[in-house]
């Protein structure tokens, strides 16, 4: 008997370990993929083609939630408006339950519960709003509630499909700072949640649970809600991750972001219409794109995972079974190949001249000092060898308040001349920038079509170079780097398609 418990006691030890080798995956799903019971029929088959892993499902609001929850916050005092909203907000969370479960089934009827509950204790939070003010506290508790409904109808949904599911909001396990709006992890006690309410059900060897988190939202350290800003449901599937990472005995975990698009363009589609997917690329180069423009990622979420080395698939939530046409961020990458060419066409350069007062230190500092007082953001700052000039670029909803704030200084109306102009940025990324011969390319490109570079920068790790040209030159420096550099993207096409993508700019 001893030697019989003894190698059943051994079994169950080798089971557990197992299973707990099981790849990890944490799937984010977008408001995109929540619009109609199809979608969510989808959602189940992405399950069940991911049957042999661990999942931890991260969602969003329903689509136009977010926007509609704030507007409401900020219109309390106007009965029509506040009644307006709450009644599309019942009626689209209830007309998707109606549509998605069985009538009058518990997973239903559940809820329907839920929805009216959280209404009501939105309805209360409104009327704090109107007597007290939308305080930052205030607008993220309002704002979590998008996360709060969805992601719970989406529990009872794989209920409903006699999968183990379970709800976690995310404020029970991501412990944030107090930046109300644009919250940041702190991971130390963020690892302990994980490890105490995660990791035992990730390791259970019995139940194959599916855990449905809230995106978006955290709490800070004495327990009110934050929110993590823009991305901020991408940012929650990494931060979760990087978590697991941290506190797991097994380490084979990725990210998946479903998304409505394939992945990363090379080259934004409005520009070119036949711009090729970016299949791999690592963390450096997909920061440099996701900050200049391209909307689906957002720098933010890599730095998460960065340093672990987790990888990440940006894949198309219409096509689940795609083996090759999807995007995936890790450690690896070619060198060979330009990656890239994002823009931001928002952007002012302001410029800021003086002949007087060369040599003289301090004149980066005061800027950033007037830009930080004003809460501006800047970008992409060049400054002559001489510092006869600085120039620096804002997004151009903030360019006029900057352009006061320099003279409101007194320093700078002063002493010196103060001009703005409208431009863009074009980053192209990749490590091939690295050649001169394809800066050569570059410049030579720009030459044919008679563009002027006003300024330009090159990140430290040399895998970016940034633009700046007129704003009316954009679609053409765009369209003559397609067809100059389109040998150096990355093509994994046939030689046929290939002619076809480089000659689609010129037909």
């Not at 090379?266 to 180069?285: M, Q, V």
Request: proline fraction near 3%.
């Amino acid at each position: 008997m001893y030697f019989y418990l003894k190698k059943l006691s051994l079994l169950k030890k080798f089971c557990i370990q197992v299973y707990f080798l099981t790849p990890i995956v944490i799937m984010k799903f977008g408001g995109s993929c929540l619009i109609d019971k199809s979608a969510f029929n989808r959602i189940l088959e992405i399950i069940k083609i991911y049957k042999n892993e661990k999942k931890i499902i991260v969602t969003s609001a329903f689509n136009g939630i977010t926007d509609l929850l704030l507007n409401t916050a900020r219109n309390v005092n106007n009965p029509n408006v506040l009644d307006d909203n709450m009644a599309v907000l019942e009626n689209k969370h209830f007309n998707t339950i109606e549509q998605i479960f069985d009538e009058d089934s518990e997973p239903f009827l559940k809820a329907k519960i839920w929805v009216d509950k959280k209404l009501s204790e939105l309805e209360d939070t409104f009327a704090d709003i109107k007597e007290f003010g939308l305080e930052p506290y205030y607008q993220d508790y309002v704002l979590s509630f998008g996360e709060i409904l969805s992601t719970y109808i989406l529990n009872q949904y794989l209920i409903s499909k006699e999968l183990d599911s379970v709800y976690i909001p995310a404020n029970k396990l991501i412990i944030t700072n107090d930046e109300f709006n644009n919250a940041y992890p702190f991971y130390e006690f963020t690892n302990q949640r994980v490890q105490e309410l995660l990791i035992p059900m990730l390791e259970n060897p019995q139940k194959d649970t599916i855990i449905c988190i809230t995106g978006f939202i955290g709490r800070n350290k004495i327990g009110y809600t934050t929110t993590l800003g823009r991305g901020g449901s991408d940012y929650s599937a990494t931060i979760l991750a990087h978590s697991i990472y941290e506190t797991a005995e097994d380490k084979n975990i990725k990210v998946i972001l479903w998304k409505d698009v394939d992945g990363l363009m090379a080259i934004n589609p409005k520009y070119i219409p036949k711009s090729t997917l970016i299949r791999s690329l690592d963390y450096k180069e997909a920061k440099h794109i996701a900050n200049f423009g391209a909307k689906i990622l957002h720098p933010k979420c890599l730095e998460a995972i960065e340093k672990l080395k987790i990888p990440i698939e940006l894949r198309n939530f219409s096509n689940p079974l795609e083996k090759i046409e999807f995007t995936e961020i890790s450690e690896h990458t070619d060198k060979n190949e330009i990656k890239g060419i994002s823009t931001v066409e928002d952007a002012v350069i302001i410029t800021i001249v003086s002949g007087s007062l060369v040599d003289v230190p301090g004149v980066l500092a005061k800027i950033f000092k007037v830009m930080s007082k004003n809460k501006i953001s800047v970008s992409l700052v060049a400054q002559s060898a001489s510092e006869i000039s600085t120039s620096f670029i804002v997004k151009e909803d903030e360019s006029k308040r900057a352009v006061e704030a320099l003279y409101n200084s007194g320093y700078f109306s002063d002493f010196f001349e103060i001009k703005s102009e409208q431009v863009a940025i074009i980053n192209i990324t990749g490590f091939k920038i690295l050649e001169n011969s394809t800066k050569v390319k570059i410049f030579q490109a720009l030459e044919k079509k008679d563009i002027h570079v006003k300024a330009l920068t090159q990140s430290t790790e040399e895998l970016n170079l940034s633009l700046v040209v007129s704003r009316r030159d954009v679609i053409n420096a765009i369209a003559i780097f397609h067809d100059d550099l389109c040998e150096d993207f990355e093509h994994k096409l046939n030689n046929n398609n290939k002619m076809e993508l480089c000659r689609s700019n010129t037909n």
